[in-house]
């Protein structure tokens, strides 16, 4: 019958329609993009994850030379607690300081089970008064004391700092109040490590 076969075709017809528009639906964005790659490359995202400013390249921090000053041992005190958040400054401890120290902290203990594997430390720049000891386990009762001289790496004027577990100067951050930062780059590299 004629009007069978009309029938067939229109559906035939109908479903390889179906077909080509779901292809060319799929298809569309990928297209886009690949001319949006050529067209507009200033468009394409930076691709970066960190919070903090990645030191490039990243440059041996020297902590395992770090004199301690509040009377406990130099280098790592806990074999786990491998990774480093430091901040540099001058004693007594200012503004930014009390700011960094205490992001540094709420960082560390907002890891929660990872927190053991991170360590800290306030470097005084010039000479300890005689309340530093008290001033820094009064801000953070478990950051170590140490003291750097002015070839250090760690001199550079950012007040938070993160050194990785092989010695390396890997982030800065500018803001002192940078603890949400420094958090989420420590969960990540915390995650990713097969380190500590």
Known sequence: MPGDNVKRTNVVWRARATLVALFVLFM???????????????WLPLGQVNRGELVEPAIL???????????????PVDKEAVWTLVHVGPAPCDAICQQALVSIRQARLALGKDAKRVDRWWLVTGPLGPGTVAEARQLDPGVRLGSVDSHSPL??????????????LILRYEDAGAA?????????????????
Do not use: C, H
Request: aromatic share 4%; net charge positive; hydrophobic share 40%.
């Open 28 to 42: 569309l964005p990928i297209f886009g993009a690949l001319v949006l790659n050529t067209v507009a490359p200033q």
């Open 61 to 75: 921090a020297g902590l395992g030379n770090v004199e301690s000053k509040d009377g406990g041992p130099s280098g």
């Open 155 to 168: 001199r550079k004027a950012f007040p938070i700092q993160l050194v990785d577990p092989a010695g390396y």
């Open 180 to 196: 949400t930062d420094v958090l989420k780059d420590m969960k990540r590299l915390l995650k990713i490590s097969t380190q500590g």
